[in-house]
């Protein structure tokens, strides 16, 4: 009997792949907050010396956090699917009611990525910096893309098989 990673498509391997990197990385960035508020705690109440621009760094690091997590939640289908109208209906209209909701949900992710792209290209031409550190803002809006991007690719693969009844290894 063949495990569950012999029985994936080539594609289904690789963007799992690349969704547990995009998972690390954001839970990389995520430790990396919880360390630095630890270290900016310990520095106000002993010291009296917190870490300067620590909830500046923690707003722009929880955005890439959401990012990167999202191919992981989408390639998973960890997502909250409310299915109370649906239940009496059959598997194949449920399935094709599941594409629907996939098709729509990726096409929002789509338009966030598109806006936090131009976001990015504008923040940079501006210059917009955060006001204590004086951080390139435009570099967390970079950091976000990759996840989002991720995001819409398998939302893509997961509608296109969903439409055509192929539930795929991702359900």
Known sequence: MQSNIEQMRPVERWLGRLC????????????????MTV???????????????????VQLG????????????QYRRA???????????SARKQEWLDGLGSL??????ALICWRVA??????RATGEASMLMN??????????????ALAVVIGL?????????EAGVTA
Do not use: K
């Not at 954001?26 to 430790?31: R, S």
């Not at 270290?39 to 760094?57: K, Q």
């Not at 693969?157 to 009844?165: I, N, P, S, W």
């Open 104 to 109: 729509l949900y990726t096409l929002m992710l």
């Open 118 to 123: 131009v976001g990015c290209i504008d923040i």
């Open 79 to 89: 997502n909250i699917i409310v299915d109370f109208f649906t239940t009496g209906l």
């Open 62 to 73: 929880s955005a890439v956090v959401v990012a990167s997590f999202l191919p992981y939640t």
């Open 39 to 57: 270290a900016s705690v310990i520095g106000r109440t002993f010291f009296a010396n917190p870490i300067l621009g620590d909830v500046e760094l």
């Open 20 to 35: 547990d990197i995009s998972a690390s990385i954001g839970g990389t960035v995520l430790v990396s907050m919880a360390g």
């Open 135 to 148: 951080f390139p803002l435009w570099i967390a809006y970079l950091l976000m893309l990759p996840g989002l």
């Open 157 to 165: 693969y997961q509608t296109l098989c969903q439409l055509r009844g």
